[in-house]
Protein backbone atom coordinates (compact mmCIF):
# COMPACT_ATOMS: atom_id res chain seq x y z
CA UNK A 1 0.00 0.00 0.00
CA UNK A 2 0.98 3.43 -0.74
CA UNK A 3 1.75 5.17 2.13
CA UNK A 4 0.18 9.13 2.53
CA UNK A 5 4.08 10.36 1.88
CA UNK A 6 3.99 9.27 -1.54
CA UNK A 7 1.43 12.06 -2.97
CA UNK A 8 4.85 14.63 -1.53
CA UNK A 9 6.92 13.13 -3.88
CA UNK A 10 4.35 12.09 -6.71
CA UNK A 11 5.89 8.82 -6.73
CA UNK A 12 5.39 5.47 -5.08
CA UNK A 13 7.55 2.34 -3.86
CA UNK A 14 7.53 0.86 -7.22
CA UNK A 15 9.71 3.25 -8.38
CA UNK A 16 12.47 2.80 -5.91
CA UNK A 17 15.38 1.04 -7.86
CA UNK A 18 16.84 -2.11 -6.03
CA UNK A 19 19.66 -3.36 -8.64
CA UNK A 20 22.67 -3.66 -7.82
CA UNK A 21 25.95 -4.82 -9.81
CA UNK A 22 28.71 -6.90 -7.70
CA UNK A 23 31.66 -6.42 -9.73
CA UNK A 24 30.40 -7.80 -13.19
CA UNK A 25 27.55 -9.40 -12.35
CA UNK A 26 24.36 -7.65 -12.14
CA UNK A 27 21.10 -8.21 -10.22
CA UNK A 28 17.93 -6.76 -10.12
CA UNK A 29 17.42 -6.73 -6.40
CA UNK A 30 20.22 -7.40 -3.35
CA UNK A 31 18.88 -10.77 -2.28
CA UNK A 32 20.36 -13.61 -3.09
CA UNK A 33 19.37 -17.17 -1.69
CA UNK A 34 22.12 -18.42 0.51
CA UNK A 35 23.71 -21.94 0.09
CA UNK A 36 22.68 -24.77 0.85
CA UNK A 37 19.25 -23.48 1.76
CA UNK A 38 17.53 -23.29 -1.82
CA UNK A 39 19.32 -26.62 -2.63
CA UNK A 40 19.59 -26.56 -6.64
CA UNK A 41 16.84 -23.44 -7.10
CA UNK A 42 14.95 -26.49 -8.80
CA UNK A 43 13.08 -27.84 -5.76
CA UNK A 44 11.97 -24.58 -4.71
CA UNK A 45 10.59 -23.51 -8.03
CA UNK A 46 7.42 -24.69 -7.94
CA UNK A 47 6.96 -22.32 -4.41
CA UNK A 48 9.02 -19.46 -5.63
CA UNK A 49 9.16 -17.08 -8.38
CA UNK A 50 12.98 -17.99 -9.12
CA UNK A 51 13.14 -14.89 -10.91
CA UNK A 52 12.13 -12.96 -8.00
CA UNK A 53 15.48 -13.58 -6.41
CA UNK A 54 18.79 -10.83 -6.64
CA UNK A 55 20.01 -14.35 -7.42
CA UNK A 56 20.92 -17.78 -5.85
CA UNK A 57 23.86 -19.67 -4.94
CA UNK A 58 23.83 -23.60 -4.99
CA UNK A 59 24.30 -25.89 -2.58
CA UNK A 60 27.96 -26.87 -2.00
CA UNK A 61 29.63 -28.79 -4.68
CA UNK A 62 32.16 -30.93 -4.71
CA UNK A 63 34.32 -33.06 -7.00
CA UNK A 64 32.97 -36.39 -5.76
CA UNK A 65 29.20 -37.01 -4.51
CA UNK A 66 28.40 -36.49 -0.61
CA UNK A 67 26.25 -38.52 1.46
CA UNK A 68 26.70 -36.06 4.52
CA UNK A 69 26.16 -37.02 7.84
CA UNK A 70 23.80 -39.07 9.87
CA UNK A 71 20.48 -37.50 10.92
CA UNK A 72 19.03 -35.51 12.73
CA UNK A 73 20.75 -32.89 10.51
CA UNK A 74 19.10 -29.73 12.17
CA UNK A 75 17.51 -28.61 15.48
CA UNK A 76 16.33 -25.24 16.81
CA UNK A 77 17.67 -23.20 19.18
CA UNK A 78 16.95 -20.00 21.17
CA UNK A 79 16.30 -17.35 17.66
CA UNK A 80 18.68 -19.58 15.94
CA UNK A 81 19.42 -22.71 14.15
CA UNK A 82 21.73 -25.98 14.25
CA UNK A 83 22.97 -27.95 11.50
CA UNK A 84 25.13 -30.11 10.58
CA UNK A 85 24.23 -31.45 7.07
CA UNK A 86 27.89 -32.47 6.02
CA UNK A 87 28.08 -31.28 2.63
CA UNK A 88 26.03 -33.24 1.19
CA UNK A 89 25.84 -33.10 -2.90
CA UNK A 90 25.67 -34.92 -5.81
CA UNK A 91 29.24 -34.26 -6.78
CA UNK A 92 29.95 -31.10 -9.37
CA UNK A 93 29.58 -33.74 -12.69
CA UNK A 94 25.64 -34.57 -11.82
CA UNK A 95 25.51 -30.88 -11.01
CA UNK A 96 26.31 -29.92 -14.24
CA UNK A 97 24.71 -32.60 -16.44
CA UNK A 98 21.17 -33.32 -13.93
CA UNK A 99 20.67 -29.63 -12.56
CA UNK A 100 22.20 -26.85 -14.66
CA UNK A 101 20.63 -27.59 -17.87
CA UNK A 102 17.09 -26.50 -16.30
CA UNK A 103 18.55 -23.98 -13.48
CA UNK A 104 20.10 -21.64 -16.75
CA UNK A 105 15.95 -21.91 -18.22
CA UNK A 106 15.18 -19.48 -15.29
CA UNK A 107 16.55 -15.29 -15.70
CA UNK A 108 18.43 -15.07 -12.78
CA UNK A 109 22.09 -15.20 -11.93
CA UNK A 110 23.19 -18.24 -10.39
CA UNK A 111 26.33 -18.97 -8.55
CA UNK A 112 28.09 -21.87 -8.05
CA UNK A 113 28.91 -22.98 -4.27
CA UNK A 114 31.99 -24.74 -4.49
CA UNK A 115 33.91 -26.94 -1.68
CA UNK A 116 36.92 -29.08 -0.88
CA UNK A 117 39.29 -30.53 1.27
CA UNK A 118 42.55 -29.59 -0.45
CA UNK A 119 43.97 -27.59 -3.38
CA UNK A 120 43.42 -29.20 -6.05
CA UNK A 121 40.09 -30.22 -5.06
CA UNK A 122 38.67 -26.67 -5.41
CA UNK A 123 40.47 -26.22 -8.95
CA UNK A 124 38.98 -29.09 -10.53
CA UNK A 125 35.65 -28.63 -9.31
CA UNK A 126 36.19 -24.92 -10.94
CA UNK A 127 37.40 -26.51 -13.90
CA UNK A 128 34.00 -28.65 -14.54
CA UNK A 129 31.84 -25.79 -14.00
CA UNK A 130 34.55 -23.34 -16.30
CA UNK A 131 33.31 -26.23 -19.09
CA UNK A 132 29.02 -25.38 -18.70
CA UNK A 133 27.02 -23.07 -19.04
CA UNK A 134 24.46 -20.88 -17.34
CA UNK A 135 26.15 -19.49 -14.61
CA UNK A 136 27.09 -16.15 -13.04
CA UNK A 137 30.01 -17.00 -11.28
CA UNK A 138 31.50 -18.81 -8.44
CA UNK A 139 31.44 -18.48 -4.62
CA UNK A 140 33.84 -20.46 -2.96
CA UNK A 141 33.37 -21.51 0.83
CA UNK A 142 36.55 -21.88 2.99
CA UNK A 143 35.13 -22.52 5.89
CA UNK A 144 36.69 -26.58 5.31
CA UNK A 145 39.45 -28.45 6.87
CA UNK A 146 42.31 -28.87 4.38
CA UNK A 147 43.48 -32.86 4.64
CA UNK A 148 46.45 -31.70 3.72
CA UNK A 149 47.54 -29.02 6.74
CA UNK A 150 46.56 -31.56 9.77
CA UNK A 151 42.51 -30.63 9.02
CA UNK A 152 43.19 -26.93 9.27
CA UNK A 153 40.08 -24.45 8.41
CA UNK A 154 41.18 -22.99 5.00
CA UNK A 155 39.64 -19.85 5.99
CA UNK A 156 41.32 -19.70 9.54
CA UNK A 157 44.71 -18.59 8.41
CA UNK A 158 45.40 -15.66 6.00
CA UNK A 159 48.40 -17.28 4.84
CA UNK A 160 46.05 -20.45 3.94
CA UNK A 161 42.95 -18.90 2.34
CA UNK A 162 45.45 -16.57 0.34
CA UNK A 163 46.59 -19.80 -1.49
CA UNK A 164 43.32 -21.65 -2.10
CA UNK A 165 42.28 -18.45 -3.89
CA UNK A 166 45.30 -18.18 -5.76
CA UNK A 167 44.56 -21.59 -7.10
CA UNK A 168 40.69 -21.37 -7.35
CA UNK A 169 41.44 -17.84 -9.52
CA UNK A 170 43.84 -19.81 -11.98
CA UNK A 171 41.35 -21.96 -12.89
CA UNK A 172 38.29 -19.09 -12.59
CA UNK A 173 39.57 -17.44 -15.82
CA UNK A 174 36.01 -16.98 -16.96
CA UNK A 175 33.85 -15.94 -14.48
CA UNK A 176 33.56 -13.82 -11.42
CA UNK A 177 35.00 -15.32 -8.01
CA UNK A 178 33.38 -14.31 -4.16
CA UNK A 179 34.99 -15.83 -1.88
CA UNK A 180 32.89 -16.79 1.82
CA UNK A 181 34.65 -16.15 4.90
CA UNK A 182 34.57 -17.91 7.57
CA UNK A 183 33.50 -15.82 10.79
CA UNK A 184 36.14 -17.58 13.20
CA UNK A 185 38.54 -15.15 12.56
CA UNK A 186 40.71 -12.85 15.04
CA UNK A 187 41.03 -10.60 12.59
CA UNK A 188 38.43 -10.37 9.40
CA UNK A 189 39.64 -6.93 7.84
CA UNK A 190 43.39 -9.40 7.49
CA UNK A 191 41.70 -11.79 6.11
CA UNK A 192 39.37 -9.80 3.66
CA UNK A 193 42.77 -8.38 2.25
CA UNK A 194 44.28 -11.47 2.03
CA UNK A 195 41.39 -12.58 -0.36
CA UNK A 196 41.11 -9.46 -2.35
CA UNK A 197 45.06 -9.68 -2.91
CA UNK A 198 44.80 -12.72 -4.59
CA UNK A 199 41.87 -11.52 -7.14
CA UNK A 200 38.83 -12.33 -5.02
CA UNK A 201 35.85 -10.54 -6.70
CA UNK A 202 33.65 -10.14 -3.72
CA UNK A 203 33.33 -11.35 -0.37
CA UNK A 204 30.85 -13.18 1.00
CA UNK A 205 30.79 -12.96 5.11
CA UNK A 206 30.00 -14.70 6.90
CA UNK A 207 29.42 -18.47 7.51
CA UNK A 208 27.69 -20.27 10.36
CA UNK A 209 29.51 -20.22 13.80
CA UNK A 210 30.85 -23.47 15.42
CA UNK A 211 28.50 -24.82 17.92
CA UNK A 212 26.48 -27.43 19.60
CA UNK A 213 23.07 -28.36 21.20
CA UNK A 214 22.68 -31.62 24.17
CA UNK A 215 20.21 -33.03 25.57
CA UNK A 216 21.25 -33.80 29.10
CA UNK A 217 18.72 -36.72 29.68
CA UNK A 218 20.18 -39.06 27.06
CA UNK A 219 23.90 -36.78 27.23
CA UNK A 220 23.91 -36.94 23.63
CA UNK A 221 24.04 -34.50 20.84
CA UNK A 222 20.62 -32.68 19.72
CA UNK A 223 22.45 -33.57 16.46
CA UNK A 224 23.69 -36.75 14.25
CA UNK A 225 26.95 -35.02 14.54
CA UNK A 226 28.75 -34.45 17.94
CA UNK A 227 28.64 -30.21 16.71
CA UNK A 228 27.31 -27.77 14.17
CA UNK A 229 27.13 -24.34 12.80
CA UNK A 230 24.90 -22.03 13.95
CA UNK A 231 22.50 -19.62 11.88
CA UNK A 232 19.55 -17.60 12.37
CA UNK A 233 18.38 -14.42 13.87
CA UNK A 234 20.96 -15.31 16.89
CA UNK A 235 24.00 -14.31 14.62
CA UNK A 236 23.07 -11.18 13.19
CA UNK A 237 24.94 -8.62 15.45
CA UNK A 238 27.40 -10.83 15.58
CA UNK A 239 28.03 -10.81 11.49
CA UNK A 240 26.99 -7.18 10.92
CA UNK A 241 30.17 -6.55 13.04
CA UNK A 242 32.48 -8.60 10.68
CA UNK A 243 30.55 -6.73 7.79
CA UNK A 244 31.59 -3.57 8.63
CA UNK A 245 34.65 -4.59 9.59
CA UNK A 246 35.11 -6.26 6.51
CA UNK A 247 33.82 -3.45 4.32
CA UNK A 248 36.26 -1.03 5.62
CA UNK A 249 39.43 -2.93 5.06
CA UNK A 250 38.85 -3.79 1.26
CA UNK A 251 37.25 -2.19 -2.14
CA UNK A 252 35.86 -5.26 -3.77
CA UNK A 253 31.99 -5.61 -2.58
CA UNK A 254 31.03 -7.71 0.63
CA UNK A 255 27.51 -9.39 0.40
CA UNK A 256 26.35 -10.05 4.09
CA UNK A 257 24.43 -12.59 5.53
CA UNK A 258 23.55 -14.09 8.54
CA UNK A 259 20.55 -13.74 10.51
CA UNK A 260 18.21 -11.67 8.12
CA UNK A 261 15.06 -11.92 8.26
CA UNK A 262 12.94 -8.21 7.56
CA UNK A 263 13.78 -5.46 5.50
CA UNK A 264 14.99 -3.71 8.30
CA UNK A 265 18.01 -6.49 8.49
CA UNK A 266 18.67 -6.20 5.24
CA UNK A 267 18.83 -2.83 5.60
CA UNK A 268 21.25 -2.76 8.78
CA UNK A 269 23.86 -4.63 6.89
CA UNK A 270 23.86 -1.95 3.72
CA UNK A 271 24.06 0.87 6.39
CA UNK A 272 27.27 -0.99 7.79
CA UNK A 273 28.64 -1.48 3.76
CA UNK A 274 27.55 -4.33 2.66
CA UNK A 275 26.60 -3.93 -1.20
CA UNK A 276 24.36 -7.05 -1.44
CA UNK A 277 22.97 -9.69 1.05
CA UNK A 278 21.80 -13.37 1.17
CA UNK A 279 18.60 -15.09 2.79
CA UNK A 280 19.61 -18.77 4.16
CA UNK A 281 17.52 -19.48 7.67
CA UNK A 282 14.56 -17.40 6.73
CA UNK A 283 13.97 -19.66 3.98
CA UNK A 284 13.14 -22.35 5.93
CA UNK A 285 10.75 -21.05 7.77
CA UNK A 286 8.87 -19.27 4.91
CA UNK A 287 10.61 -20.52 1.37
CA UNK A 288 9.27 -17.00 0.10
CA UNK A 289 10.97 -14.79 2.62
CA UNK A 290 13.48 -13.24 -0.13
CA UNK A 291 9.89 -12.70 -2.11
CA UNK A 292 8.26 -10.46 0.23
CA UNK A 293 11.82 -8.86 1.47
CA UNK A 294 11.62 -7.43 -2.05
CA UNK A 295 8.48 -5.18 -1.42
CA UNK A 296 9.34 -4.41 1.94
CA UNK A 297 12.32 -2.64 0.97
CA UNK A 298 11.05 -0.89 -1.27
CA UNK A 299 8.33 0.42 0.91
CA UNK A 300 11.06 0.48 3.89
CA UNK A 301 13.11 2.91 1.60
CA UNK A 302 10.61 4.59 0.36
CA UNK A 303 9.39 5.56 3.39
CA UNK A 304 12.86 7.39 4.48
CA UNK A 305 13.05 9.33 1.00
CA UNK A 306 15.02 7.29 -0.90
CA UNK A 307 14.99 5.75 -4.43
CA UNK A 308 18.13 3.39 -4.93
CA UNK A 309 19.48 0.94 -2.31
CA UNK A 310 22.85 2.54 -3.09
CA UNK A 311 22.27 5.85 -1.42
CA UNK A 312 22.22 4.03 2.08
CA UNK A 313 25.53 2.01 1.47
CA UNK A 314 28.21 2.16 4.28
CA UNK A 315 26.16 5.15 5.80
CA UNK A 316 28.00 3.96 9.45
CA UNK A 317 31.07 5.90 9.91
CA UNK A 318 34.13 3.69 9.50
CA UNK A 319 35.49 5.73 12.89
CA UNK A 320 34.52 7.55 15.99
CA UNK A 321 34.04 11.19 15.65
C1 LIG B 1 21.16 -26.23 6.30
C2 LIG B 1 22.28 -25.33 5.91
C3 LIG B 1 23.18 -25.74 4.93
C4 LIG B 1 24.24 -24.91 4.53
N1 LIG B 1 25.10 -25.32 3.54
C5 LIG B 1 26.07 -24.48 3.11
C6 LIG B 1 26.93 -24.86 2.04
O1 LIG B 1 26.82 -25.93 1.43
N2 LIG B 1 27.94 -23.98 1.67
C7 LIG B 1 28.08 -22.75 2.29
O2 LIG B 1 28.98 -22.00 1.91
N3 LIG B 1 27.26 -22.38 3.29
C8 LIG B 1 26.27 -23.20 3.72
N4 LIG B 1 25.42 -22.80 4.75
C9 LIG B 1 25.61 -21.47 5.38
C10 LIG B 1 24.61 -20.44 4.86
O3 LIG B 1 24.77 -20.23 3.46
C11 LIG B 1 24.76 -19.09 5.61
O4 LIG B 1 26.10 -18.65 5.48
C12 LIG B 1 24.44 -19.20 7.10
O5 LIG B 1 23.35 -20.07 7.32
C13 LIG B 1 24.14 -17.83 7.73
O6 LIG B 1 23.02 -17.20 7.15
P1 LIG B 1 21.53 -17.30 7.79
O7 LIG B 1 21.64 -16.91 9.24
O8 LIG B 1 20.67 -16.39 6.98
O9 LIG B 1 21.10 -18.73 7.66
C14 LIG B 1 24.38 -23.62 5.15
C15 LIG B 1 23.47 -23.22 6.14
C16 LIG B 1 22.42 -24.04 6.52
C17 LIG B 1 21.45 -23.55 7.58
Same mark, same amino acid.
Given at each position: ??S *?????F?? /???D?????A??AI?L??? +?? %????? &???GL??A????L????? &?????L??????GA?? *???CE? /???? =??A??LQ??G?????K?????LSKF???? =?A?VF????EDY?Q?????????G????? $?N?S?P????GGL?F??D?????E?VR?ARK?AAN???W??L /?????? +?G?M???V????????T? %?????A?A?D????RS?????T?????P????????L???A /?????I????L?? +?????D??????V?A???Q?G?????? *??T?????S?????? &?ES?M &?T??? $?R???P?EIG
Amino acid at each position: MTS *PSAAKFGR /SPADVDLSVAIGAIRLRNP +IL %AASGT &FGYGLEFAHLVDLTSLGG &FVTKGLSLEPMEGAPP *PRLCET /SSGM =LNAIGLQNVGVRAFVKEKLPALSKFDVPV =LANVFGYCLEDYSQVIRVLEDAEGLAGYE $LNISCPNVKKGGLQFGGDPAMAAEVVRAARKAAANRPLWVKL /SPLVAD +IGLMAKAVEAEGADALTV %ANTYPAMAVDYRTGRSRLGNLTGGLSGPAIKPITLRLVWEA /SKAVKIPVVGLGG +IETAADVLDYVTVGAAAVQVGTASFAD *PQTSERLRSELREAL &FESKM &FTINE $LRGKFPAEIG
